[in-house]
């Protein structure tokens, strides 16, 4: 009969290691785990040689048997003797080593070189380029030494060729594209980055669509899905949201009520904004949840809550809202912890909370402090979470930031219809010394002026909802279009500024300036020459502000009003005195599903000389940049008379502005659309006509046009095109112009 098979076994009187140099060999034999005299069978033995080379010390691993001793032998991985990146032109070396955590003076590890490479491969897909390529390469060096080079292959970015939507009915797909963060590539691909294909860029869209439907009363509205698609050529995606809006709901009955005998219903209801037949919006009903908390608040009512109890009417279309006050649990604010914040100070962030440690806990002014947080600009994260703290009715807020930059040095180039081609060096910092605080400085010279300013503010003076601004700037201008005088000025003026309610605001100012008109030419008029005769004229003077806003901050999406009143009185010292009042009504809306913005504007303002002194070119007023059709100091009264006919400005102006903005057929990605708009305005009044030979008359002008809109890399342009409808013969109109529109 044949003997049956029996495995292999070893057993080794004695073990030797070969090859290790910075590596004890008591260490690999503990990793073996394989005792002299021990007998093992060929198993054992294998896993002995697994757990060695499984320790990741070793590039090789060789276990020789050779009677009774068995021999070790390995070859140590080599030091990174430097660590190179190759084949980068898009992503600087700096970045890259930023992100690499294999170093030079250690081990090198194949498995961390892969995971470097593939991290630089993040940071490349992050920039859009999907087909960036990354290898891990070693040379060998003596010494047992190499050098580790990721060669990089970027390959094309991968751009956002076309955004569509299916499922939308109330607004087309040019309205929504506008709400994205995401943009198709248009003319300026190479510079734009929104237009670069970025995955986690698509769920913050997705946000922003659904905060864009719920806030004009979609409430049902769905995001089905959200799919990329990669072209053929693999070098561009064409991003499909699959959605349902459903039907636009309204503000029913608003009604209060209390669960407690202590508060008074009614006097909480006076508190509402929102009013039935009102478009529903979340934040019309957050507002207001706020606002009355805060009354509990100022009434000493700790722990009250309200809760909108929610009633949907199908057949109406309309939402019944019951605020219902109630006792909240009783926890209370442990501490407040703040990490993260390498620069800003603590008190900068903690300014920010409502609460204070010991206050009652509410989640909502906790959400809000996050957002207030997020909204200062001076970090790229900001996490703001509640936790359990030392017992049940304690809470502790974790507050976790990571620091962004936040000042900038630019240079650059300007262009002004009045003064033509000028250079600009600016400096700015949001967050001067951590403070919070803002400083900033700029000089701007072209070949008829030169202006040099300053700038400081504190927007927590006092550790207080106050902020404190002082601003300087001294300019001079030598002979701008249409006059033949030169100026020179420089003020100062420290300002408060502070809230008075949710969409209103009030500044008081001090303002010392110091004028002077000078080079006056012979041909000029006698008004202009009396004022350069008055030499260095010193002004010094108070005033106040209020303005109130519901722009961008109301509770209606789609419209808004901005109104502005000011006043400034002069004689408090100085050489002149006078009353200066200006105001500004804005009235915007958006109609036909958004695509059309409607803006009305009217603004006016009146300088009222006293104490027998007289107002100044400097000082009075002009239509430059308020009204269009009318070139620089081409519209007001003039000496006929005197040989260059100089504008004079008035002491009173008053301008309407009507227009509209809206698409123009053109690809949305070239971020072109249209304009058309009607100016009516006069500017008229002077305390000295040399006899009545000065008309200075209301006189009434009038001018329409249409204007081209360009969203580019350097800001939104606007170039104008109009004609006078109405002029005075002495008046110099202007057929275009081009400006950076501005919002106000």
Do not use: C
Request: aromatic share 10%.
């Amino acid at each position: 009969m044949a003997s049956p098979a029996q495995a292999q076994t070893y057993r080794f009187s004695s073990i030797k290691v070969e090859g290790a140099t910075r590596i004890e060999p008591a260490t690999i034999l503990s990793y073996a785990g394989i005792a002299r005299g021990e007998t093992i069978t060929a198993g054992e033995l294998n896993a002995a040689y697994q757990a060695v080379m499984g320790s990741r010390l070793f590039e090789t691993v060789n276990f020789l048997p050779s009677g009774n001793t068995l021999v070790i032998e390995v070859r140590e991985y080599p030091t990174i003797n430097a660590i190179s990146i190759e084949g980068n032109r898009r992503l600087k070396d700096e970045e890259l080593m930023a992100i690499v955590q294999s170093q030079s003076r250690r081990v090198y590890s194949p498995s961390l070189a892969e995971q470097d490479a593939a991290r630089i491969t993040q940071a490349y897909e992050t920039a859009g380029r999907l087909a960036a390529n990354v290898d891990p390469v070693i040379i060998r060096r003596s010494n047992n030494r190499v050098d580790l080079v990721f060669e990089i292959r970027e390959g094309r970015v991968s751009e956002v060729e076309r955004i569509s939507f299916v499922g939308n009915r109330h607004f087309g797909d040019r309205r929504l594209r506008r709400v994205l963060e995401s943009k198709q590539a248009g003319v300026f691909r190479l510079i734009i980055q929104r237009d670069t294909f970025i995955g986690d860029r698509i769920e913050f869209d997705k946000q922003v669509l659904r905060d864009f439907y719920l806030s004009r009363g979609y409430i049902d509205f769905r995001i089905l899905s959200a799919a990329p698609e990669f072209s053929r050529e693999r070098n561009a995606f064409f991003v499909t949201f699959s959605i349902r809006e459903g039907q636009q709901y309204s503000f029913g009955e608003i009604t209060t009520s209390s669960e407690l005998p202590e508060v008074d219903a009614d006097e909480f209801h006076k508190a509402i904004r929102i009013r039935s037949g009102q478009t529903y919006s979340p934040n019309g009903v957050d507002s207001t949840i706020t606002r009355l908390e805060r009354l509990a608040v100022r009434k000493d009512m700790d722990f009250i809550r309200v809760e909108p109890r929610v009633t949907r009417n199908d057949r109406t279309l309309k939402l019944d809202i019951e605020f219902v006050v109630v006792r909240g649990p009783r926890i209370f604010v442990e501490r407040i912890d703040i990490e993260g914040n390498a620069t800003t100070l603590d008190r900068v962030i903690r300014r920010q909370f409502r609460t204070v440690e010991g206050d009652p806990f509410n989640p909502r002014e906790i959400r809000d402090s996050a957002e207030r947080i997020r909204a200062l600009g001076f970090f790229s994260k900001a996490d703001v979470e509640a936790r359990e703290g030392s017992g049940p009715d304690q809470v502790v807020i974790d507050v976790d930031v990571e620091e962004q930059p936040t000042g900038s040095l630019s240079f650059g180039a300007s262009y002004s219809s009045g003064s033509g081609i000028g250079a600009n060096v600016s400096f700015i910092e949001r967050n001067f010394l951590g403070r919070g605080q803002t400083l900033s400085f700029s000089v701007t010279a072209s070949a008829n002026s030169g202006t040099y300013s300053f700038g400081f503010s504190e927007p927590s003076f006092m550790g207080r909802d106050l902020k404190f601004s002082v601003a300087a700037n001294y300019a001079q201008s030598n002979t701008v279009t249409n006059t033949s005088y030169n100026t020179v000025n420089g003020a100062i003026s420290p300002s408060l500024e502070f809230p008075i309610s949710e969409y209103g605001r009030v500044g008081v100012r001090y303002t010392l300036d110091g004028t002077e008109v000078n080079d006056v030419p012979a041909a000029s008029s006698a008004v202009l020459a009396a004022e350069e005769a008055l030499g260095l004229q010193i002004t010094s003077s108070v005033g106040y502000s209020y303005s109130y806003s519901t722009l961008d901050t109301g509770l209606n999406p789609d419209a808004g009003v901005l109104l502005r009143w000011s006043q400034d009185f002069a004689g408090v010292g100085g050489d002149s005195q006078y009353v200066e009042s200006t105001a500004l009504v804005v009235a915007e809306r958006k109609v036909l599903n958004n695509e059309v913005t409607l803006r009305a504007v009217f603004e006016g303002g009146a300088h009222n000389s006293l104490g027998g002194t007289t107002s100044m070119i400097t000082n009075r007023f002009n239509l430059n940049n308020k009204m269009r059709g009318f070139d620089f100091f081409g519209v007001g009264p003039r000496d006929t008379t005197a040989g260059n006919v100089d504008a004079l400005g008035g002491n009173y102006f008053a301008v309407a502005k009507l227009e509209a903005e809206f698409p123009v057929g053109l690809p949305e990605e070239y971020g072109v659309h249209g304009g058309v708009f009607l100016d009516v305005g006069s500017v008229w009044g002077l305390d000295n006509t040399l006899g009545g030979t000065i008309d200075d008359s209301f006189k009434l002008r009038a001018a329409a046009g249409v204007s081209i809109f360009w969203d580019t890399p350097i800001g939104p342009l606007r170039f104008n095109f109009s004609r006078a409808l109405q002029k005075e013969t002495y008046d110099i109109d202007r057929d275009f112009d081009l400006t950076i529109s501005t919002r106000f």
